[in-house]
Each structure stands twice: as C-alpha cells, then as structure tokens.
C-alpha cells in the first residue's frame, strides 16, 4: 500500500508540472495519442512474440527470460494505456528491449545468440586446412 502511495505521489507532480508546461490541450492529445499507441501495441504483441520464440529457438534467451519479456511488454502497453505522464514513460522504457533484458537480468546483460548461419559455418570450417600458397611463376621472355 506504501508503494502505491509513493507512486500516485510522484504521478501527481510529474503529471501537474508537465501539464502546467505544456497546457491543457497538448495533455488531452498526450494522453490520446498514449492510449492509441498502447492499444496498438497490444494488438501487434503477435508479433513480438513470434520474435521472443524466434530468439528462444536460436539459444539466445532462455524461457525464464522468454516468460519475462512478454510480461514487460503486455504490462507496458497497459501503462502506456493508464492515463499519466510517470505511467506513460515507465509503459515506453518497458517496450525496449534492451531495458527489459537489462530488468530480466538483472543488470548483467549477456548475448549467447547462435543464428543458423553462424553453425553451419563453423561445422563447415572443421574440415578445412588452412594453408599458404605462394606462387614461383618465373615468366622470362
């Protein structure tokens, strides 16, 4: 309860000292504009998912990870949909990938991403010799 308090505190005064800067009609549109793109978001998550089960089949995250980017993306497109200026730029920091690795890690960031081209090519590459070929073509005339 202290922490929704903590936080409805800090929304007030970021959302009075934006909107006092701004002005009333630019907040209304903020908050539209907010809304339509969490909406959108939601409705295009098919797709960041498809590419969350892309990297989980190509060794790059785990499912722990897979399970925790979903959740940050879902919950940021419902805050960018809350109306507010605090919910807004915690809903937009959660759609990037890299501040949502960087929460799943726990600040230690690590890319173990293995594509199918980087495989084949070092399974193709045991088999070679590598060797120096230096050329004595003498040409006289």
């Given at each position: 309860m202290i922490y929704f308090l903590i936080y409805?505190?800090?929304?007030?005064?970021?959302?009075?000292?934006?909107?006092?800067a701004?002005?009333?009609?630019?907040t209304f549109f903020e908050i539209i504009l907010s809304a339509v793109f969490g909406i959108a978001i939601l409705m295009n998550f098919k797709s960041t998912l498809r590419e969350n089960i892309t990297a989980v089949s190509y060794s790059c995250i785990d499912l722990k990870q897979f399970q925790s980017l979903n959740l940050f993306t879902i919950f940021?497109?419902?805050?960018?949909?809350?109306?507010?200026?605090?919910?807004?730029?915690?809903?937009?920091?959660?759609?990037?990938?890299?501040?949502t690795t960087m929460f799943v890690?726990?600040?230690n960031v690590k890319s173990k991403c293995k594509t199918d081209y980087e495989k084949n090519s070092r399974e193709k590459d045991i088999d070679v010799?590598?060797?120096e070929i230096i050329s004595?073509?003498?040409?006289?005339?």
């Open positions: 409805l505190f800090f929304e007030v005064l970021i959302f009075v000292n934006i909107s006092s701004i002005g009333g009609l630019a940021g497109a419902v805050l960018l949909i809350a109306p507010g200026f605090l919910t807004d730029i915690v809903g937009i920091l959660l759609q990037f990938s890299v501040f890690n726990r600040y010799i590598d060797v004595d073509n003498t040409y006289t005339k």
